[in-house]
């Protein structure tokens, strides 16, 4: 199987379907790579292109199967037990699986079209980071960045990194590490919150700082993290929600051009993760925070 793509290998592919706001539970990560979508289309941005990762819905199916325990992704198809079906905190319905096997796909294209064409790629899927081997947590319901891994593995690619700077920490993305992968799959992590902390062992690493040491933070992992390169295959977990604790947008801005710039011709993709309109906070906000990273990388 390989992904379509263009002969033009140099625009940023950035995977979306309509289905990644195909649950009736209406959130901002349910929602917001519709607004995103749009807005990409009425204000492109060059060299970006947006792609349908509909193809991938089987392998994503298997993916899933592979990287969540069988009842949970029972729970989620079937909404029973509901308590496991609702661990994600999103009320069940039966568009929530549709709308996370989308998300999934979405890494899943991304990343095969970044490992076979050595390029820069990317999808507009959140609510993955919080998701363990067994359930779901923090409005998220399946880990792509471990799909993401998972897909990478089985192209060949030996080592990966996981750079999380979402607000929060990724111990869902790190429990399931801990199950499946060995040392040579490296998480690091900066987060402004201490949801979903983890402990490093290897390579991985943690840093939990305030707002206002955000980019030094930011700094000093990219530091940290090109001490361990070479990487065959980088994974971004682009969080805005950085935003709502706090971080400046001119930080966030400095955070995305340092991380393009860390990336350099390694092959990589993102995710979107947090982004909230919660403050004083509007969805043209949250959509223009997310633009930064696309920019960024296009
Ligand atoms: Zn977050």
């Known amino acids: 199987m390989t992904t379509p793509t263009s002969p033009l290998t140099s625009t940023l592919k950035v995977f979306f379907n309509p289905h990644f706001a ?13 607004d995103i979508a749009e807005s990409l289309i009425a204000n492109p941005i060059a060299n970006v292109e947006l792609v349908d990762p509909t193809f991938f819905y089987q392998e994503a199916e298997r993916v899933i199967s592979l ?17 496991l079906a ?17 998300h999934t796909a979405g890494m899943i294209a991304a990343t095969r079209c970044a490992l076979e064409n050595s390029v820069r ?3 507009l899927s959140s609510g993955m980071h919080h998701a363990s081997f067994g359930s779901g947590a923090g409005f998220c319901t399946f880990n792509g ?6 897909t990478a593995r089985e192209l060949g690619a030996l080592r990966i990194l996981v750079l999380d700077y979402d ?7 790190w429990n399931i590490m801990q199950k499946l992968f060995d040392d040579n799959v490296v998480q690091v992590d900066v987060t402004v919150s201490p949801f979903d902390t983890w402990t490093p062992s ?60 860390f990336v350099g011709s390694t092959p990589a ?10 403050g004083r906070y509007n969805i043209d906000d949250v959509v223009a925070w997310h633009r930064l990273t696309i920019s960024a990388w296009a």
């Open 86 to 102: 609702q661990s994600s905190s999103f009320v069940w319905d039966k568009g929530i699986f549709p709308m996370a096997r989308a």
């Open 121 to 123: 790629a990317a999808s």
């Open 67 to 83: 990287i969540h325990s069988p009842e949970y992704v029972k729970a989620v198809k079937t909404g029973k037990p509901r308590e």
């Open 202 to 261: 290897g390579e991985s690493r943690l840093d939990i700082v305030d707002s206002s040491d955000y980019r030094e933070a930011i700094r000093t992992s990219l530091d940290y993290a090109a001490s361990l390169e070479p990487f065959d295959f980088i994974i971004y977990n682009a969080g805005v929600d950085i935003r709502n604790s706090g971080v400046s947008e001119n930080d966030l801005r400095a955070r995305e051009r340092m991380v393009a710039n």
């Open 167 to 173: 607000a929060h920490a990724g111990g869902g993305t």
């Open 22 to 34: 195909a649950s009736e539970y209406e959130f901002d990560t349910t929602r917001k790579a519709i």
């Open 145 to 150: 960045l471990v799909a993401a891994i998972q």
């Open 269 to 278: 993709i993102f995710g979107l993760a947090g982004g909230y309109t919660w």
